[in-house]
């Protein structure tokens, strides 16, 4: 009788053991939907249009997701074939800008135009982005 009482004390314990285990399960749900918002929180929703000589080259319009602090000149070099001299795009896709001709690439956020070069912008969620290239007057 006591080896019986003592196997049943010894299971209960163990099942006990068993049962404190799976109560600490939801604390590591909890940790991986943390971890998802601030992945969320990280990045930021813009879209890039390229216009030449006043019409949108459609094909060339992106809806972009880009990480939070990015300038615009990171992302275009990301997303685009670009090329540059002295850290201003003078080709976006085999578009190139031509001083002869006077046109220049240029471009607006959120209609209107930046006081700073691409590579000092820092992007934020929902900016359009506009790029175009057009004769200058």
Known sequence: MLKKS????SIS????????AAVEEPAVENSTVDTTEQAAEETVQLSVTIEVDEEEVSEL????????GQTLMEIMVQEYEI?????????????E?????????????????????ASDYE?????????????LQ
Do not use: H
Not at 83 to 95: A, C, N, T, W
Not at 97 to 117: A, C, F
Not at 123 to 135: P, S, T
């Open 6 to 9: 003592v196997w049943l004390l």
């Open 13 to 20: 314990i163990l099942l006990g053991a068993c049962g404190n």
């Open 61 to 68: 319009t992106k809806e972009i997701e880009a990480e939070s």
């Open 83 to 95: 090329e540059d001299e002295g850290g201003f795009i003078s080709s976006i896709e085999g578009y």
């Open 97 to 117: 800008q031509d001083p002869d001709d006077n046109r220049w690439w240029l471009y607006e956020i959120n209609g209107e135009q930046p006081t700073v070069g």
């Open 123 to 135: 992007v934020e969620d929902g900016d359009d982005i506009k790029w175009m290239l057009n004769e």
